[in-house]
Nanobody
Framework: HVQLVESGGGLVQAGGSLRLSCAPS????????MGWLRQAPGKEREFVAG??????DYADSVKGRFTISRDVAKNTVFLQMNSLKPDDTAVYYC????????????????????WGQGTQVTVSS
């Protein structure tokens, strides 16, 4: 059973930046496909960005503003969020999909088996 430990998040003004981190509990998953999803109050959890061994994927709403990356040596996946907007306010979750060994990056939360604890991101206008 793998645990995903998140850090980062907080309160920032519109136009500001934040960086989220997610670390699997074992080095075994240092190159696993991972995703960031977010959930705003009263809304479904939605895909934000994902990374596999060979590619990355972004929701249209964050493309050009957010960057997902990983440091294999540190066994950590990052989500750099720039030009933040109030609409980005949500709880952000990192997730590992069932097929974490595949280069396919799922966008549907039902395809994710493991989740971090979630971190609040609040963007004030």
């Amino acid at each position: 059973h793998v645990q995903l430990v998140e850090s980062g998040g907080g309160l920032v003004q519109a136009g500001g930046s934040l960086r989220l981190s997610c670390a699997p509990s074992t080095q075994t998953f240092s190159t696993a496909t991972m995703g960031w999803l977010r959930q705003a109050p009263g809304k479904e959890r939605e895909f934000v960005a994902g990374i596999s061994r060979s590619t990355t994927d972004y929701a249209d709403s964050v493309k050009g503003r957010f960057t997902i990356s990983r440091d294999v040596a540190k066994n950590t996946v990052f989500l750099q969020m720039n030009s933040l907007k109030p609409d980005d306010t949500a709880v952000y979750y990192c997730g590992m999909p069932r097929a974490y060994f595949s280069d396919y990056i799922p966008r549907d939360q039902v395809e994710y088996d493991y989740w971090g604890q979630g971190t609040q991101v609040t963007v004030s206008s």
